[in-house]
């Protein structure tokens, strides 16, 4: 299957910072989505991207599709305690089947 | 109903049973998936449902894997002779078109093979 590399594989930060985190792929995506999980429950969509260069936010939340059309990043600005999760990047060529990422694990110290 | 529901929340199975996960996606939803996701990974696509049609089930490992969504709405995952291997969650999402929006995920079954 295709090889979706995200990174970090986690992070510790303080409440009010900002965070990076992004996405790469072998293979060329149509489409890009950012998903957020918290334990027992589904992924959750944060944003959708459709076209290489689109940036698109989200409240705090910015992801760009980056011009490749290989990666996509996603930022949260001013992060609070309720952004922990794990975060998802799925790549997709069509929208019948994502290649999701290993995920991002966040969390943030009051 | 508002969102994707499954049944059920939690499964544990004896190596060798069959199970049978069932999913009940957004009410008018065209498209249904299934998902497999591993602990500590990324969801892996199994299956695609357009109404009753399997138009994708590349994703399914093996031919213990059996998928069906007979009257458009309501999808049944069956695994036979299950393995420790199948130890995961299942996840289904359904979509309006398929297109464009993502999809929505259920809470998902976690299945325990012991």
């Known amino acids: 299957g295709q090889q979706l590399n995200q990174s970090p594989q986690s992070m510790f930060i303080q409440e009010g910072e900002d965070v990076s985190m992004n996405c790469t792929s072998s293979?060329?995506?149509?489409?890009w989505l950012w998903y957020k999980q918290e334990p027992g429950e589904g992924p959750v969509l944060l944003i959708a991207l459709y076209k290489a260069g689109e940036l698109t936010s989200n409240g705090r939340l910015t992801a760009q599709f980056g011009i490749t059309r290989k990666d996509s990043f996603l930022n949260i600005s001013a992060s609070i305690p309720s952004d922990v999760g794990i975060y998802f990047c799925a790549g997709a060529y069509n929208f019948n089947k994502f290649y999701f990422g290993s995920g991002t694990k966040l969390n943030v110290k009051p | 109903g508002a969102g994707v529901s499954q049944s059920p929340r939690y499964k544990v199975a004896k190596r060798g049973q069959d199970v049978a996960l069932r999913c009940d996606p957004i009410?008018?939803?065209?498209?249904l998936f299934w998902y497999q996701q591993a602990l500590g990974q990324g969801p892996e696509f199994l299956t695609y449902?357009?109404?009753?049609?399997?138009?994708?089930k590349s994703g399914l490992p093996s031919d213990r894997f059996f998928a069906e969504r007979p009257e458009g709405s309501v999808s049944t995952l069956k695994i036979q002779r299950t393995q420790q291997e199948d130890s995961a969650v299942y996840l289904c999402?359904?979509?309006?078109?398929?297109?464009?929006?993502?999809?929505?995920f259920g809470s998902g079954t976690r299945l325990t093979v012991v």
């Open positions: 449902f357009q109404n009753e049609a399997q138009l994708d």
């Open positions: 293979s060329i995506f149509n489409t």
């Open positions: 009410s008018g939803h065209v498209s």
């Open positions: 999402a359904s979509s309006y078109t398929g297109q464009g929006s993502g999809y929505t």
